[in-house]
């Protein structure tokens, strides 16, 4: 079964086609990301405009990789949330344009939902129950996978997710944007030599970053320091939240496996940090498959559509979609 999967939450426009699931056959991406360096961050109304320009090109990339047509579909997937509204309308309307007129199964995916299944693209499926943490520019989010999409939440952040703190450390350290990439290659040349705050919440699997980048605004405007060292210790502060809650939660919840997704999961040290103290086998899927992508869309919706799950004409945007069911 041939899903062609279109994703447009946020600043990256792609397709994808996936068979049954597993297979990936193609998928092309369109990054934003040098038209809002110059703001520092995504402008959601320059993105939207952006995927309404790129959208049509993107398709055709994603099918003529995948050596196949628009009949050769058998299923469509979009993102339907969360992200930014006007992004995520581009996609959808796109989407339910393709399904009326080629009379197509419809399904409309949970973007966190599917960067988890990024890694079902990638050899054989992890086992469950499996500990998801999904770092990301807009997502910080801690859950246990127990079936195909049955999603225990167990905690998130509070304020900034783990790559927008990145972002905005780098753009206090001058280093550029995006930010982790940045962070990661100048945290290679320092020493996390500087003492910053971790956020420990404790007695609960919330995060926060905010305080750490109040901290470090002080370091680079008041106490002073090399930038080098600042990203590198900035970076040993985060890493060491992630790694330390994830791997607490995987012993907690008794699971088989950690899979750590998303754009942050491409940090050299938090891959380090979450393997050395994890107790059971650290699953990450490849960089390309971290961030934005439609081929993660795709494999998503090929299990809802397993599951039986279908979506109408009327499939609307969640922006402030959350993952699984909530646990006290
Ligand atoms: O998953 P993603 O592409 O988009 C969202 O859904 O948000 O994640 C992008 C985020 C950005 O904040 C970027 O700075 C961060 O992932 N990122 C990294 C690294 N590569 C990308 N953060 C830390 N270290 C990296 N190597
Ligand atoms: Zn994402």
Known sequence: MRVLGIETSCDETAAAVVADGSHLLSSAVSSQVAIHARYGGVVPEVASRQHLLAIVPILQRALSGAGATLSDMDAIAVTCGPGLPGSLLVGLSMAKALAASLELPLVGVNHLESHVYARWLEGDPPPLPLLCLLVSGGHTELAVMHGSGRFQSLGRTRDDAAGEAFDKAARLLGLGYPGGPAIDRAARRGQPCHLLPRAWLSGSKDFSFSGLKTALWRYVNQVGGEPDDLAASFQE????????????????????????????????????????????????????????????????????????????????????????????
Do not use: W
Not at 250 to 264: D, F, N, R, S, Y
Not at 301 to 321: E, K, S, V
């Open 237 to 328: 502060a985060v890493v060491e939240v992630l790694a330390v809650k994830a791997t607490q939660a995987a012993a907690q919840h008794k699971v088989q496996a950690i899979l750590v997704a998303g754009g942050v999961a491409a940090n050299r040290r938090l891959r380090q940090a979450v393997t050395a103290a994890s107790p059971v086998p650290v699953l990450f899927p490849s960089p390309a498959l971290c961030t934005d992508n439609a081929a993660m869309v795709a494999a998503c919706g090929y299990f809802m559509l397993q599951r039986g799950h279908r979506d109408g004409p009327d499939l609307d945007i969640f922006p402030n979609l959350k993952l699984g069911i909530s646990v006290a």
